[in-house]
């Protein structure tokens, strides 16, 4: 949802519309005056407080007419604005065990951006709220204006008070005259623009870099050139909306609305509403209306094929970061790309002279690296399937591999105790000395190293400058690791059998996964769903487990292979999961009908592989789910949360 702050006007206190006129759409006429409460009256009023019918009787009114005096905080803790008038006999459908004046301003802050100047003009004088004091009012009107000289003075008076106040009116006047120094600058007055920047912008910060910014733009020669080069649309444009909002920061709440507050309401509404949708794999549409759940009947139940092209165990599968293809891994020492439109092959990637465990797609899809037993990794262009270029440098087995976001640089690690940061163009760019390394995860900013060794640590590494962090402790030994995408949580899966999520913000263990089978195999555990709010692990039972991340709870075992699963792949683009196994084949379980490549083409995959396809087991439906949970004699509880 976009508001549109072009046509904002800042409000005039006491201003109704249309006067009187404006009034009587309601009751037919009003004539009020404010009394010491606050509170506005008809004049025809007893001295009780009840109006009066013209003839000196009282008209009283029931407490469900007149609700507005129940209010839970009561009238008297309401602010009302002198010179607005409040009509009489307001009646409140319902109490609110929220402040009305609050409510009515942030109505008033949506109508204003919004662009609705009569009804806030309007409201404003029914509901006896302004948005603003007339000290606001007027510092918007001047920041608008570009009148900064007044926009300077008032700052003192209205910046939020606190320990850091003289900081934090600095880092306001910082933003006034940095606006006023590009103005100037727009203006061709350069003789008065170097002196805000000699004299008060290098007094106001010890940013050096953004000040050495700021003087390179007095040699742009026309204020096109400035427009750009400073990254501003200049005095007529957006800019002055874009400093107020700036400022607000520092003016306390209560004295102005933070900028766009029902929006930012809503979409925490939403965040908390996906949080808490079990089966999160759709996106939430943006309806007010209704509360987000994704519905059961689009969650990943159904088996849509099973994949053959493969003439040994699948080991990794991943889907390109677009969506546009899978790639799988396998022991039969290929990788094959698959067409996600119709999930026929793409090509054979052809090279390797080991078996391959491992591979990750770059950032921009155009490129994979594998790796493997021998050592050796291989850079592939996806368009063309020739190998761009290999990368020698371990001695020993290469467990992982990972793009770090620029899609020219991307880390490997290895048993020979080894982690190496390559350039696409096949040199070493860094080498640093680690643990035997399980597993490793990257976050999607690359600021963020995990490491898991071959013991049952998880290092944590600062990639921006490789300095160590912290260490994380299990119990037993790692056998692989996942980052969220938000790199708040981690996952690790350890040969005991159990998968354990970490909060790396308070570094403990908060949630534990169980009942798969976990042995000997090594088996990639991965977030998956939108978000990662999803956990998925495979189990050397042929079946996937899926469950909550934020809950613990199970939601299904997918059931679609008959030998371990030996790593999944969740594509946000598709909706889908793929898993990989020991049986040659991969597995797509699209989340819901209607996803690109739901319907498999019979010509291009051929009866038999259709054929294998429904013969395998379904998984369950939400009917039969629980059922299955306990149907094996040896399963352990499912899922415990701490």
């Keep these: 949802m976009t508001l549109s702050l072009d046509n904002q006007s800042p409000p005039t206190n006491g201003l109704a519309l249309g006067g009187e006129a404006a009034s009587s759409r309601r ?21 009780n407080g009840n109006a009066s019918d013209g003839s000196g009787h ?7 007419s007149n609700n507005h005096h129940h209010h839970p905080h009561g009238l008297g803790s309401l602010r009302r604005y002198a010179g607005l008038a409040q009509e009489a006999n307001r009646t409140c459908l319902r109490d609110s065990q929220f402040s009305e004046e609050q409510v009515v301003r942030l109505m008033l802050q949506e109508l204003r951006d919004r662009g609705f100047a009569d009804t806030f003009e309007l409201l404003q004088r029914e509901s006896g709220h302004t948005l603003e004091d007339e000290a606001i009012a007027h510092f918007r009107a001047n920041v608008l204006a570009g009148k900064w000289a007044d926009v300077e003075e008032s700052i003192p008076s209205i910046i939020a008070p606190g320990a850091d106040s ?12 940095r606006q006023q120094f590009l103005e100037l600058l727009e ?3 350069l003789k008065q623009a170097l002196l805000i920047l000699q ?3 290098g007094m106001l910060t010890d940013d050096i870099p953004q000040l050495h910014r700021l003087s390179s733009l007095l040699m742009c020669p026309s204020a096109a050139e400035l427009h750009p080069a400073a990254d501003w649309d200049g005095s007529a444009g957006r800019s002055r909306y874009l400093v107020l909002e700036a400022l607000q920061k520092y003016i306390l709440p209560g004295k102005m609305v933070p900028v766009h507050r029902m929006e930012t309401l809503y979409s925490q509404a939403l965040m908390h509403q996906c949080g808490t949708c079990e089966r999160h794999v759709r996106a939430a549409d943006k309806n007010l209306y209704i509360d987000h759940k994704c519905p059961e009947a689009i969650f990943p139940l159904e088996l849509q094929i099973n994949l053959k092209g493969h003439k040994d165990e699948v080991w990794y599968v991943a889907f390109s970061p677009d969506g546009r293809y899978l ?30 465990s491992y591979l990750a797609w770059s950032p921009n899809s155009k490129f994979i690296v594998s790796a493997g037993s021998e050592k050796v990794l291989r850079l592939w262009d996806v368009e063309t399937g020739e190998t761009l270029q290999t990368f020698e440098g371990h001695s020993e087995t290469v467990a992982s591999c990972r793009w770090l976001g620029d899609s020219d640089k991307f880390i490997s690690g290895g048993m020979d105790q080894k982690i190496i940061i390559w350039s696409t163009k096949g040199n070493i760019v860094k080498q640093i000395a680690s643990p035997r390394v399980h597993d490793l995860a990257v976050s999607v900013d690359s600021s963020l190293l995990l490491v898991a060794d071959d013991k049952s640590s998880v290092h944590m590494y600062d990639l921006a400058t490789l300095t160590f962090i912290d260490k994380l402790d299990e119990p037993a030994d790692i056998m692989s690791m996942a980052l969220s995408p938000d790199a708040r949580f981690c996952i690790t899966e350890l040969r005991s059998g159990v998968l354990d999520m970490w909060d790396l913000e308070e570094r403990k263990r908060v949630r534990e996964f169980s009942g798969h089978k976990q042995g000997k195999y090594v088996i990639r555990c991965a977030f998956a769903g939108l978000d990662g709010l999803l956990v998925v692990e495979g189990s050397e039972n042929g079946q996937l487990f899926v469950w909550n991340r934020n809950t613990g709870r199970l939601l299904t075992r997918l059931k679609g292979h008959t030998k371990t699963i030996n790593a999944c792949s969740w594509s946000d683009e598709l909706a889908t999961l793929a898993t990989a196994s020991d049986d040659k084949t991969i597995s797509i379980w699209p989340a819901y009908n209607g996803a690109p490549g739901c319907v498999p083409d019979p010509v291009k995959y051929g009866a038999d592989t259709l054929a294998s396809s429904s013969s395998v087991s379904r998984s369950m ?14 399963d352990q509880s499912m899922s415990a949360a701490t």
């Design 327 to 356: 790639a799988s891994a396998s022991s039969d020492k290929t990788c094959i790309l698959w067409s996600t439109e119709d999930y026929s092959i793409v090509r054979t990637l052809v090279g390797h002279e080991g078996e391959v």
């Design 58 to 64: 009282a008209n009283t009114k029931s407490p469900s």
């Design 166 to 177: 003289e900081k934090t009116k600095h880092a306001a006047l910082f933003i006034v005259k």
């Design 27 to 47: 009751n037919g006429t009003i004539d009020s005056s404010t009394t010491e409460d606050g509170c506005s009256h008809s004049p025809a009023q007893s001295e």
């Design 621 to 634: 439906d939400s009917s039969s789910a629980a059922a299955n949970i306990s149907e094996d004699d040896d």
């Design 199 to 201: 004299n008060e912008l």
């Design 187 to 189: 203006a061709r007055k």
